[in-house]
């Protein structure tokens, strides 16, 4: 295709696209109920007819994010955990998305081992035993759904259900989309066989907008995006996890911007430290599984840009946010039982009887890479005074 964000995939591309389709990938059941294997292609294909049946208006289906970065780039290190796949549909009213909830879930019952009784298992049962997460958004701008089936693994298969999204991407590395529909009916063919000589056309699409752009982006480790204020928390968590994996701004010269940009929308989004705790928690369970030695360097490395680029907070609410992700970082080294000797820890002690404390944690600061430490504690002090003095 000549439009700009745009690129038909080669050989390569489709051959390693047929490989993570036909990747069995074990949906793992709370309590007593087995393990689902599935494969993308089959649980795509039943979804999609499924929905079609009960009368929803399926658009396309495409394979969404990281996955699709994997697809595009796979020969460059790139890897991905969860597998996102997008169904274009049309939600009209909320009847829509109930239906469309059923439909998964009803197709969740097919995958079920031979020999278990499916009769008496309804749709909320496979719901609590299998579904990690829903979610539902419909306002002016956004209407979509999403289901996220279980594993240990972190590896999800999350199903996406879009009839309106204003932002579709972060970053231009995590912008491209993978039309899957040539391959689904090319897999409903029982007698196609891939072959070079043979094999369907498929298209991926950059949202960013330009696709060689976005394609140099990702070959190259680069950082770029546009408009960080529209994506939800500013893509600042996102950022300084491509920062820990050696990307690279693609213009030194506006990152800093970016980042003032960033960290304004995430502390719209998420204005308390309690708020932003369980949100950076939440960001470490779903991308580090596994990679637990990396929790510390991201911490420390999303500490900086909070501390350089951070223009819209009170002192006090930068310091405690400051405060409370270097307390996070401390509690990963403390967890891997790394913490560092004293004897690289200095302290800097501030006895100021006047000072109150201002509650939270308390003030520290880590440096990137190997230590030192500094600890910066305001405790107030507490006097023994006579009787009647004051």
Request: with cysteine; glycine share 6%.
């Amino acid at each position: 295709m000549s439009e700009i964000g745009f690129s038909n995939l080669t050989w390569n591309q489709v051959i390693t696209l047929d490989q993570v389709l036909d990747e069995v990938i074990p949906i793992h059941g709370r309590g007593n109920f087995p393990t689902l294997e599935v494969k993308p292609k089959y649980i795509i294909h039943v979804v999609k007819d499924q929905l079609i049946e009960q009368g929803i208006v399926v658009k396309d289906t495409r394979l969404n994010g990281s996955t699709a970065s994997y697809i595009l780039a796979s020969h460059n290190g790139i890897t991905y955990k969860d597998l996102d796949v997008i169904f274009g549909v049309e939600l009209p009213s909320d009847q829509e998305f109930q239906v469309v909830k059923d439909a998964v879930l009803g197709c969740l019952l097919d995958f079920l081992p031979k020999g278990v009784k499916k009769e008496k298992i309804t749709l909320k049962t496979m719901k609590d035993a299998y579904v990690q997460k829903m979610v539902k958004i419909c306002n002016k701008h956004d209407r979509w759904s999403l289901i996220s089936l279980s594993n240990n693994t972190g590896k999800n298969v999350e199903l996406k259900f879009v009839n309106s999204l204003r932002r579709q991407f972060e970053f231009s590395v995590d912008s491209f989309q993978i039309l899957l529909d040539p391959m689904l009916d090319f897999y409903s063919d029982k007698n196609a066989k891939l072959t070079q000589e043979s094999y369907p056309v498929v298209v991926a699409e950059s949202m960013y907008g330009d696709f060689e752009e976005a394609m140099t982006h990702l070959q190259y480790k680069l950082i770029s995006t546009r408009k960080p204020e529209e994506i939800r928390g500013g893509g600042l968590l996102k950022y300084s996890n491509l920062l820990v994996r050696d990307f690279k701004p693609a213009r030194e010269a506006e990152i800093k911007i970016l980042e003032r940009y960033m960290c304004s929308r995430f502390f719209i989004d998420f204005p308390n430290v309690a708020e932003q705790q369980k949100k950076i928690e939440s960001y470490l369970r779903n991308h580090f599984i596994g990679e637990e030695k990396s929790k510390y360097e991201y911490l420390m490395t999303l500490r900086g840009v909070v501390n350089e680029s951070t223009v819209c907070l009170m002192h006090h609410e930068r310091r405690q946010t400051l405060n409370m992700i270097t307390f996070m970082a401390l509690k990963v080294l403390g967890e891997q039982n790394i913490l560092p000797s004293t004897d690289n820890v200095t302290c800097f002690y501030q006895p100021a009887p006047y000072f109150a404390f201002e509650g939270g944690y308390p003030s520290y600061y880590v440096t990137s890479g190997p230590p030192p430490i500094f600890f910066q504690p305001y405790h107030p002090l507490h006097f023994y005074t006579p009787n009647g003095m004051v």
